[in-house]
């Protein structure tokens, strides 16, 4: 089992930034990599950004790119989105994943977090 706990959500204006926390905790992560997601009101659950635990390729979704960064910390277990440049669009309640390497689906999720930025 993996747990995973978002921090850092939160009410900021247009333009601004915040920076997203996920703790994750159980397994040992270097066979996993760990995704950001986020779900908007009446819209589909939808793919931020994901970084391999081990290192490696980063991807982002068009809709972010050159705005959010996502990192980890091995030596805290915790994987971060630094979000720039926010613009309304962006609110959504923002959720941490976890799927092995190899596989397809992300099978760990965390409670998420809310972002609300207003225009």
């Known amino acids: 089992q993996v747990q995973l706990v978002e921090s850092g959500g939160g009410l900021v204006q247009a333009g601004g930034s915040l920076r997203l926390s996920c703790a994750a905790s159980g397994r040992t992560l270097s066979n996993y990599v760990m995704g950001w997601f986020r779900q908007a009101p009446g819209k589909e659950r939808e793919f931020v950004a994901s970084i391999p635990w081990s290192g490696g390729r980063t991807y982002y979704a068009d809709s972010v790119k050159g705005r959010f960064t996502i990192s980890r910390d091995n030596a805290k277990n915790t994987v971060y989105l630094q979000m720039n440049s926010l613009k309304p669009e962006d609110t959504a309640v923002y959720y941490c994943?976890?799927?092995?390497?190899?596989?397809?689906?992300?099978?760990?999720w965390g409670q998420g977090t809310q972002v609300t930025v207003s225009s």
């Open positions: 994943a976890a799927r092995t390497t190899g596989g397809n689906e992300y099978a760990y």
